[in-house]
């Protein structure tokens, strides 16, 4: 086949490919003047998405199933053209197509693998908006390959980490988000997975110079999961001081601060992995030795449910803004610090009176509970790898009932009577759905989890209704 591919041939060819990739992904095939007769497609024109998906089929998936694009190359001017016709001065980029191809495959893997996790409403408004408004055209590119880029990158994602942590921290309306992370009495690893659930309003926002300068979006991403994955070791007692590393880095020692509400523990100790931004910004505090770290809020939360969790401060901001006069004082409600616009110094806090919210939940019952949680988990797992090829009713559904097992289990635990009833609705309609659907969103689950978890379904019906969940007293245990 000729390098210099036919012009009916090649336009019909990048037109299905267009179409194989999404079709919205292009705006325009052009009849290229300063390349002769042959279409070429120019990336600037399509957005960033568009363009890695291209790059990936030409280079890769398409030339192993037919020899039509294996005869495209991407020049620096950023124009898809017949690789016949690509200058001498762009060879380069094919020397290096094979690793980049590679780069680009690791970058896919790591979106898909934080889209559960990082904030991906960001992502899509810096390629969305940003990119395609022109704003980076002019700007120098970043290169996938370069491993002090990379690391710059991270150094930089880090930097507005702690600011957009921080403003999550003396900010209401962002406090209203943050807190469901500070509302744990208790600091273990399974904190660092108390996220909130609106955290992708406002926190989007100080990320926004690092896709000014240029970033890539793939960049952006690894290099978020890079500093979230950090800070999951960070929440433990279990790991001391670590010398020089607690002057430099985020470590359990400086993190155990942040989360305290003792009086020198309040809006410290902001930084993602590096602590280095707490000391050049004034907001660092060192654990000490004699005083005992007692974790959550100032004002408890006393309650199990996840919904509660969420928006409870959001209901105390609305309340107050309510009671202010003027629309000024009421907006005022929402952007001022937590505790109000003064000078006054915090309430004291006394480590030495602190207990932890419990409640007298039967042992009996606090086994069942943490059963369902384990239950729970793989269905939560396959939502979210799944949540993205669903529509939104349907992903609404399959939230809604995720979340509704959540309030359930938690009203158990506060021996709430309508939380036993509502466990048992959830418990019959889980195990007849999952049983008769020839597929539970795109799974087809064997004949004999079916079986086996209609029987656990109906056999806990059975045993809750046996059990006795009169409320109870909220009581304290030692911290």
């Known amino acids: 086949m000729s390098d210099r591919v036919p012009k009916s041939w090649s336009v019909e060819t990048l037109g299905a490919l267009c179409k194989f990739t999404g079709g919205s992904a292009f705006k325009e095939i052009y009849q290229g003047k300063s390349h002769g007769d042959y279409p070429f497609i120019k990336v600037s024109d399509m957005n960033l998405e568009g363009n890695q998906k291209f790059i990936t089929y030409a280079n890769n998936w398409i030339d192993q199933e037919t020899r039509a694009c ?64 022109r704003l980076l055209r002019h700007n120098p590119e970043w290169s996938m390959s370069s491993i002090p880029l990379w690391i710059l990158a991270l150094v930089l994602y880090d930097l507005c980490y702690y600011w957009a942590h921080r403003m999550g921290h003396e900010v209401n309306v962002m406090w209203a988000s943050h807190v469901v992370h500070h509302s744990s009495e208790y600091y273990n690893l399974s904190t660092a997975l108390r996220q909130t659930s609106t955290g992708a309003l406002f926190g989007w926002v100080f990320y926004l110079p690092l896709a000014v300068l240029g970033i890539p979006w793939q960049m952006l991403v690894v290099v978020g999961l890079i500093d979230l994955l950090y800070q999951y070791w960070v929440h433990t007692e279990l790991i001391g001081r ?33 602590v280095l931004w707490d000391r050049l910004f004034g907001t660092f505090a060192e654990e000490r030795d004699d005083e005992k770290i007692c974790y959550g809020i100032r004002k408890p939360l006393h309650s199990f449910s996840p919904i509660k969790g969420n928006l409870h401060y959001y209901a105390d901001l609305w309340e107050m803004s309510r009671a202010a006069k003027g629309w000024r004082a009421k907006l005022g409600v929402w952007v001022a610090p937590p505790g109000g616009w003064t000078d006054e110094p915090i309430e004291h806090f006394e480590p030495r009176t602190f207990t932890r919210f419990d409640v007298q939940t039967p042992a009996p019952l606090r086994w069942y509970v943490a059963l369902q949680c384990a239950v729970l988990v793989p269905f939560v797992s396959h939502f979210i790898g799944v949540a993205k090829g669903l529509d939104r009713g349907t992903a609404a559904v399959y939230a809604l009932g995720i979340l509704v097992t959540a309030v359930a289990l938690g009203a158990l635990l506060e021996r709430f009577v309508w939380g036993k009833w509502l466990e048992q609705v ?23 989890l079916k079986g086996a978890l209609l029987v656990l379904c109906v056999g806990s019906v059975v045993w809750l209704n046996r059990q006795s969940v009169a409320p109870a007293n909220a009581v304290g245990v030692a911290a």
């Open 242 to 274: 670590m010398g020089v590393l607690d002057r430099i880095f985020v470590t359990p020692s400086n993190h155990r601060v942040h989360h305290g509400q003792n009086d020198y523990c309040i809006d410290k100790n902001y930084g993602g992995i590096l």
């Open 426 to 448: 959830r418990l019959l309609a889980l195990g007849v759905s999952f049983a008769a659907v020839p597929q539970w969103f795109g799974f087809e689950a064997p004949l004999l």
């Open 70 to 133: 294996k005869n495209f190359c991407v020049n620096r001017g950023h124009e898809i053209i017949p690789k016949g016709i690509c200058h001498d001065r762009y060879d380069d980029h094919e020397k290096t197509s094979q690793k980049e191809r590679t780069i680009q495959r690791i970058m896919q893997s790591f979106k898909n693998l934080a889209e559960g996790t990082f904030d991906e409403a960001f992502a899509k408004i810096v390629h969305t908006k940003l990119y395609q408004i």
